[in-house]
């Protein structure tokens, strides 16, 4: 597939402003929001607080695991963090000015997950995450998706088929979309990821032809700025003019991003425009609510009923009430209840609390539980026709119909009431027909009746994030994946992939001798096999073995019995995992065998390599210098 690409090469010089101070939760916070760019200084911070602490379902230290993992292997010289997402940018620019401006992409063609089936053994199926919907204007079958990783996404059916929009550039993370209202071809993306900071942002982008060729603005942050969009929102009355939430801010332009100014310094997470309204617009930064009478040029921390003990609101607004304005909020603490819902209806000046009870953030259909992870997934959706009625999306659904109570309407746990994948992003209203769609961390879902019922329309869009994948000699259409918050999954040469269990997929093996054979893994080192192609499986981790974050695992290649596993101390079993060995040796980072001799290993943890020639018996520090 070609695409046109064209790139700006405009340099707008822009005053700097500089936040005057670190804006930030301390603790399980702090590695998505400092400013910090010495990587070891980041993980000391987060070690130290997680030392004694829950690791568990909701505390953020798999997220925090899975940046780490993602980063360290991206660093400058000096170990410091730099912007990838701006450096390959910056590349691609370099490279297509040397070139033709019709862009090869490749020979490439899609296998898989085009959809997905549940197995016997898995929970939490879904292809991957989707930060935020924007919609055509005037077309309600038109819409598009921003994801962490794989850009930005158009379907034309309703989500019955999706096409790339970002083909022919780097990999980029897309948090915010904005669409001309009487020019649908004029598209606006803010890149980065912001929930999940998977990916830095370039700034914005913009379209003129529907996404065949993007430029682009005078909002461009390089390779030393490590900001990210979290939303944008064009002003009702004027599409030149839009407001961004970012790392670095409230961003405002009056131009189409030609020029822009900062007029909020921290990192802002939520923004909205009243309905219909171009002076008066709400945001939220840190738990607190802040509101602009000008258009967006000045912001007035609101105080009048809004709690003091939150860490994060989702703003919601109505056009069927414009004066009404919602916000769901989470609590300030590692764990704990929600802090509540809100109402005003002054225009953001004074907040009543709706509710506070039951949980609606976390792991229970009931509200029963003290979890929550509102600092990584919040959203809010007011129905556009009736301001009484919102829904608000944390690890599940909730609806609330004023002035009844908070009602439970999906479930991140596949196979009970109607499914959504867990971790919330994104609650939107299509306004040409009241559509209701669910960004999570499985995709994209879609409910035509109120969230009585809600269909995954995620078929086709390639945006699952694998950690680990592998393949058989024995057959070429056969691979395991492990994928982030989408567990294990496989793909046997059709047009799905089977999600064969849950949590975090991490590294797999497939037995060369019995494709039926398959190991794998979540996070820290859980280590399963199945003997009947992922029907089912049982539990091998080594009894007492450490693991890290993902553990990695090898086969002899002349003997698929024996097999590695990367521990604090490299295990090693010659019966497919039933018993285990300690062969001592540190494996976390990485492992290999000798493909000519097998009794030839390597074990790496961080800069550290150990080899061993008789398998593992003794080992030999062949480190080096660095």
Known sequence: MNYR?????????LPFFLSAQDDFESGRNYWINTKEKDFSKIQNTMNTWYANRDKERGSGYKQWKRYEYRMKD????????????????????EYYSQKSSVVQTGDWSFVAPNSWSNGNSGYNPGNGRVNCVGFHPSDANTFYIGTPFGGIWKTSDQGNTWTPLHDGLPSLGVSGIAVHPTNPDTIFILTGDGDGNNTPGVGVLKTYDGGITWMETG???????????????????DPDKMLAATTDGILLTTDGWNTWTQQATGTFRDIEFKPGASNIAY?????DFYRTVDGGLNWTKVTNGVPTNANRLAIGVSPDDANVVYFVAGPSDGAGRFVGLY?????????????DTPNILGYSSSGSDNSHQSWYDLAIAVHPTDADRLYTGGINVWKKINPLPLLNISQWVYGGTQYTHADIHALDYNPLNNYLYCGSDGGIFQSID??????????????MQFYKISGTPQNASLLVGGAQDNGTNKWDGGNDVIHIYGADGMDNMISYNDSDTIYYSTQNGGLRRSTNGGNSASGIKPPGSSGSWVTPYIMDPTNSSIIYGGYSDVYKSTNAGSSWTNMGADGRTAMAIGTNDPTRLYAARNNTLRTSSNGGTSWDNITGSW
């Open 5 to 13: 690409l064209f790139l700006s090469f405009t340099i707008l010089i």
């Open 219 to 237: 909002l461009s942050w390089a390779i030393d700025q490590s900001e990210r969009g979290y939303r944008l929102v064009m002003d009702p009355n």
């Open 74 to 93: 991206k660093l400058d010289q000096e170990g410091r963090i730099v912007n990838v997402a701006a450096w390959n940018f910056q590349a691609a620019k």
């Open 343 to 355: 109402y005003s209806d002054d225009q953001g000046q004074s907040f009543t609390m709706l509710n």
């Open 450 to 463: 109120g969230g009585d019922s809600w269909t995954d329309i995620s078929s086709g869009i390639a945006n």
């Open 283 to 287: 945001a939220e930064k840190s738990g």
